[in-house]
């Protein structure tokens, strides 16, 4: 069975920073990019960032683009992202998501449950 | 960027109804569209992917249709079980979602 499961999210101030994990099962980590989505309360989905499977392409959303870093480990079959000076309009539920390759495009397909980043003083 | 509407909001539905959401994009993404449901506090499930083919498992009511800007999900014969909120997604250039249509029992 195909699942990831996230872990790291907290309550932490402004300007401070946080560590997310995900760690993944039932498929071949090391052959799918990875993204992360997030979703603010009572809000819909946004897409954060995505890092190819070897981990050399990556790409972020202008909103945390200079502040997250994602990036993996193979071997641990997990994902990471790396937030830094966090703002209020960060919190949200992180999603970690599979890229799937879908007609010749990449979507998503399988979706973490999520970890919960509240950032409030 | 590329920029997805959704209507209606909301949607009050009744078991067995035909239902039709809309999703607009802001530019032209050819068929590269994706219809996601999601029930309250569970992640999203992918249901349609290029426009209008079924992701494996899901159910033949639902159907999808479109291209260039204009894009619909339908569901033919509402069960108990698609109460919850659909989001369209582009993926022509990065990805975008919707803000979602909520759909609950009228």
């Known amino acids: 069975q195909m699942q990831m499961v996230e872990s790291g999210g907290g309550v932490v101030q402004p300007g401070r920073s946080l560590r997310l994990s995900c760690t993944a099962s039932?498929?071949?980590?090391?052959?799918?990019?990875m993204h992360w989505v997030r979703q603010a309360p009572g809000k819909g989905l946004e897409w954060v960032a995505v890092v190819g499977f070897d981990g050399s392409s990556i790409h972020y959303a202008d909103s945390v683009k200079g502040r997250f870093t994602i990036s993996r480990d193979n071997s641990k079959k997990t994902l990471y992202v790396q937030m830094n000076s966090l703002r209020v309009e960060d919190t949200a539920v992180y999603h970690c998501?599979?890229?799937?390759?879908?007609?010749?495009?990449?979507?998503?397909?399988?979706w973490g449950q999520g970890t919960t980043v509240i950032v409030s003083s | 960027d590329i920029q997805m509407t959704q209507s209606p909001s909301t949607l009050s539905a009744s078991v067995g109804d035909r239902v039709t959401i809309t999703c607009r994009a802001s530019q032209s993404i050819s068929t590269w569209l994706a219809w996601y449901q999601q029930k309250p506090g569970k992640a999203p499930k992918l249901l349609i992917y290029q426009a209008s083919t079924l992701e494996g498992g899901v159910p033949s009511r639902f159907s999808g249709s479109g291209s260039g800007t204009d894009f619909t999900l339908t569901i033919s014969g509402l069960q108990p079980d698609d109460f919850a909120t659909y989001y369209c997604q582009q993926y022509n250039a990065y990805w975008t979602f919707g803000q979602g249509t909520k759909v609950e029992i009228k």
């Open positions: 039932g498929f071949t980590f090391e052959n799918y990019g």
């Open positions: 998501v599979r890229d799937a390759y879908r007609g010749g495009r990449n979507t998503m397909d399988v």
